[in-house]
């Protein structure tokens, strides 16, 4: 499941990292962080007894050379003992402008040196790398860890042919089930026989909140997602999967819950959802109850994820 927000202290974090503890969810993940930095957050719960497998979906490029993004994630993966998936992405060009002062001339070329140069790091070996956006010499000074993978975000048919390359997993946000299937999966596969090298497996990080009288679900859409729905690359993706995203961020967030780029409903028809992530290809499904959270605060948001997973360990069973 998702951490539904940045915390102002890290200490936030502790009813989300009881419940990942006592319940049957598999990790806890983290997006960008820019008040509190994921690696803290995650550093200070194992510090407090909580330690599970964790993982950032995803970390911005632009704020971490590759160096340091190899060293960051096996360090964490020291300190807690448990394995880490440390999923990376361009972020926005506007970002990458004020950040480096440009963008990256190929964003594809630039994931794939990104990405190709941190799994080599923590494979040990020793790089004297200058590609067309990184130079990377050197070598992570050896020592035995838990197993860090290296995933990259992807929302279109490129980084999905990227991330078949060379990333250990593929990581979607606000992607339908539909779109997943029929558009990454095969991408996904492309990349990966061009590679000579398995498929790396699908994390679906997917917005979520169940239904009740008195909630409107776009108001909640609009919560979790407004920001993405502004940005050019999540409204291709979006309109690539059949959405009508018209720039109106009211009208694109119905049509998110139209679509079921937002889940909402009852327990069961929520369970119902999330397995058409599994029968699109998602090895992994993170529930995202951001929106919740901003609404209505995160107490409320524990009790949700505490709710969606014990109905759906119940229709597992």
Known sequence: MMLPFVP?????ALPFAGLVSWSSAARLWQGQGLLTEGHHVYSYLAGA?????????VSLMPFRHPYDAAVQARSLALTTGQPVVAGFGPGALQLQRSVLGREYASQLGACREY???VRRLLDG???????????????LQPYPSPPVEVGLGVLRKGAAKVAGEVADAAITWLTPAPYLAGTLAPALAEGAARAERPAPRVVA??????????????RLALAS???HLSLP?????????????TGDPALDARELVAHDGFLYGGEEELTEKLLAYRDAGADEVVLNVTGVSAVYGPEVA????????RHFEKASA
């Open 233 to 245: 690359h999540y409204q291709s993706m979006l309109r690539a999967g059949g959405l009508e995203i």
């Open 125 to 139: 070996e020793v790089l004297d790398f200058s590609g067309d956006h990184f130079e990377v010499h050197g070598q």
């Open 205 to 218: 990080i997917v917005p979520v909140a169940l239904a009740a009288g008195d909630r409107d679900p776009v």
């Open 115 to 117: 990405l190709g140069a």
């Open 302 to 309: 524990v009790r949700e994820l505490a709710a969606i997973l």
């Open 8 to 12: 102002k202290r890290p200490e936030q």
């Open 49 to 57: 007894g909580f330690r599970f497998p964790v993982g950032f979906g």
């Open 225 to 227: 997602n407004k920001p």
